[in-house]
């Protein structure tokens, strides 16, 4: 049996049940040496793999080769649909008879970085990531624009990294096209981590900021506002 496990944001208390269950079923536990790193204190009696980034093929053909004759875990943060590893588990499926998959899902980012910046996610919401080394360029610009377009809180996963230092920038400028810069934004680093640290601005200031690969930024639509301090995308009920 193959668990494809998020374990949340790596704060012990972000871990589902669930999640806890699979991984102290589990023979063995792989993943991206960041991930185990932050398990092993919590699992001091399991076995780990793990490997470096841009290795995900080889992470999870050996996930499903060992979930063939042992209970084995792959360990994603946050959820592992959003940009983890459940669909390519399944895509290689088929080479691996005898292995079966089981995706465990987990708190995103989104909704772990959005409980520490106030309720901004009560309404219609676009998760865009930045990266572009499996998406294009023209397709993330595609993507912003329409989001922008739409008036949907947008949420930015890989935000920057120090080949695409601009990127916040960019995103940003696309946004501005279609919305004001007095939006309220924010964004918050290490989420559930050490060195957790969480800022609201307004979108002319976010497009200045510094955000690195653990962040998550939020801009808000047009009707996100801040109250008592927090950023807070309102449902509407008052108005109801
Ligand atoms: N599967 C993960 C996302 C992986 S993509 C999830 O569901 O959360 C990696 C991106 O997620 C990072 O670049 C960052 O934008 C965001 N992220 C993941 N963990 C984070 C954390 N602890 N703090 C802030 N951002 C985080």
């Given at each position: 049996?193959?668990?494809?496990?998020?374990?949340?944001?790596?704060?012990?208390?972000?871990?589902?049940?669930?999640?806890?269950?699979?991984?102290?079923?589990?023979?063995?536990?792989?993943?991206?040496?960041?991930?185990?790193?932050?398990?092993?204190?919590?699992?001091?009696?399991?076995?780990?793999?793990?490997?470096?980034?841009?290795?995900?093929?080889?992470?999870?053909?050996?996930?499903?080769?060992?979930?063939?004759?042992?209970?084995?875990?792959?360990?994603?943060?946050?959820?592992?649909?959003?940009?983890?590893?459940?669909?390519?588990?399944?895509?290689?499926?088929?080479?691996?008879?005898?292995?079966?998959?089981?995706?465990?899902?987990?708190?995103?980012?989104?909704?772990?970085?959005?409980?520490v910046l106030?309720?901004?996610?009560?309404?219609?919401?676009?998760?865009?990531?930045?990266?572009?080394?499996?998406?294009?360029?023209?397709?993330?610009?595609?993507?912003?624009?329409?989001?922008?377009?739409?008036?949907?809180?947008?949420?930015?996963?890989?935000?920057?990294?120090?080949?695409?230092?601009?990127?916040?920038?960019?995103?940003?400028?696309?946004?501005?096209?279609?919305?004001?810069?007095?939006?309220?934004?924010?964004?918050v680093?290490?989420?559930?981590?050490?060195?957790?640290?969480a800022h609201?601005?307004?979108?002319?200031?976010?497009?200045?900021?510094?955000?690195?690969?653990?962040?998550?930024?939020?801009?808000?639509?047009?009707?996100?506002?801040?109250?008592?301090?927090?950023?807070?995308?309102?449902?509407?009920?008052?108005?109801?």
């Amino acid at each position: 049996m193959l668990y494809v496990v998020g374990f949340g944001s790596g704060a012990r208390d972000c871990m589902t049940a669930a999640a806890e269950q699979a991984l102290l079923k589990s023979d063995l536990i792989i993943g991206y040496k960041t991930y185990t790193a932050l398990m092993k204190p919590y699992f001091p009696e399991k076995q780990f793999l793990e490997n470096g980034m841009r290795q995900e093929t080889e992470r999870v053909r050996l996930a499903l080769g060992s979930a063939q004759t042992q209970t084995v875990s792959l360990i994603c943060s946050g959820d592992p649909e959003l940009y983890g590893m459940a669909a390519l588990a399944y895509e290689y499926l088929a080479e691996y008879p005898g292995a079966e998959i089981e995706i465990v899902p987990g708190i995103t980012a989104a909704f772990s970085g959005g409980a520490v910046l106030g309720a901004p996610l009560t309404h219609d919401t676009a998760i865009i990531s930045l990266s572009d080394l499996l998406t294009s360029p023209e397709k993330i610009e595609r993507r912003l624009r329409s989001a922008a377009e739409g008036d949907f809180v947008i949420v930015l996963y890989n935000p920057s990294s120090k080949q695409r230092a601009d990127y916040l920038q960019k995103a940003c400028d696309i946004v501005l096209r279609h919305r004001s810069p007095e939006t309220v934004c924010g964004y918050v680093k290490n989420i559930g981590r050490k060195g957790e640290y969480a800022h609201i601005c307004n979108l002319s200031e976010l497009r200045n900021e510094q955000a690195d690969m653990l962040t998550t930024v939020y801009i808000g639509n047009s009707e996100t506002r801040i109250i008592a301090g927090k950023m807070v995308t309102p449902r509407g009920y008052r108005h109801g």
